[in-house]
């Protein structure tokens, strides 16, 4: 089976930040007694209650990644309201804001807060071509260790990669012209549409599979396949750290203690365009 986009994570938590809530929940927020009066309509009391229990759902089933499941909550609260008069739109943002800050960690440590309220986490004109990028890098990296499986995930996960390059390849030249700085749709370094063959990596599965003889971290793809391996001990990790054994989508085992001396022979080339 290809990979789905709809069955990886980015694509299952979104499709539940709209799901009904009951406004009464709002009455267990410290801040509601405070912002009661100021939320504009009663269909704003539904997205304000949708967005703790939105936030509350990154607590209790996907901590693993929280800085991307913010920006998730963010960019679909700012989606909700994107019709709103500008006066209802200030009104509900300082609403939003007390709620996100009502909403804490159970546990101790320094930042409390789950997450902030940001408008705009995708700074562009083009705010869903990024939420797009941002969801790919996620299930690119989430999906990265299967390459060691065996053959056939690792030719899997380059056909996916390969299908989204060309698709990525198309959005950006719909919406940019040569004088288009792509650098301003970034998620970080190694997932950015200003050096496509960084964040759309191809494995030669082939030869990954035929022999083992280079070390896999001097090799360019061996880099990228130790930072897979790297990324699902930290979220591990991370899952780990605040006890949520209901996190369990990513299938994150413990990294193997001799994984930094396993060996591969990996053939490296850039990609043809």
């Known amino acids: ?55 509350k759902l990154i607590i209790s089933e996907y901590s693993g990644n929280r800085k991307k499941r913010c920006r998730d909550v963010n960019y679909w609260f700012d989606e909700k309201i994107k019709n709103y008069t500008d006066k209802d739109k200030k009104d509900i943002a300082g609403c939003a804001t007390s709620v996100c800050n009502d909403v804490m960690w159970n546990k101790i440590g320094e930042d409390k807060i789950v997450c902030l309220r940001k408008e705009n986490p995708y700074q562009t004109n083009h705010a869903y071509l990024m939420k ?23 030719l899997k996960y380059n056909k996916y990669i390969k299908k989204k390059k060309h ?7 719909d919406i940019c ?5 792509r650098n301003e749709y ?11 063959d960084l ?6 599965c082939e030869v990954l599979y035929k022999k ?9 793809v061996g880099s990228i396949i130790h930072r897979f391996k790297r990324r699902k001990y930290d979220l591990k990790r991370n899952i780990e750290r605040v006890d949520d054994d209901r996190y369990s989508s990513y299938n994150s085992d413990t990294i193997p203690a001799d994984s930094e001396n396993k060996s591969y022979y990996i053939e490296y080339a850039r990609p043809h365009n």
């Not at 964040?199 to 030669?204: A, K, L, R």
């Open 132 to 154: 797009k990028l941002d969801d790919y890098c996620e299930i690119r990296d989430n999906n990265g260790c299967n390459v060691l499986k065996n053959i056939n995930e690792c």
């Open 177 to 181: 012209s040569t004088n288009c700085n």
């Open 212 to 220: 083992e003889v280079l070390q896999e971290p001097f090799t360019p």
């Open 167 to 173: 698709e990525f390849t198309t959005d950006i030249q």
């Open 1 to 55: 089976m290809p990979i789905d986009d709809k069955k990886q994570i980015p694509n299952i938590f979104y499709s539940r930040l709209d799901n009904h809530e009951n406004v009464s929940n709002l009455n267990n927020l410290s801040s509601y007694s405070g912002i009661r009066s100021l939320i504009p309509n009663e269909e704003s009391r539904h997205i304000l209650a949708k967005l703790a229990r939105n936030i």
């Open 199 to 204: 964040t759309f990596p191809e494995i030669n």
């Open 186 to 196: 970034k998620i970080d370094d190694n997932c950015t549409l200003n050096d496509m």
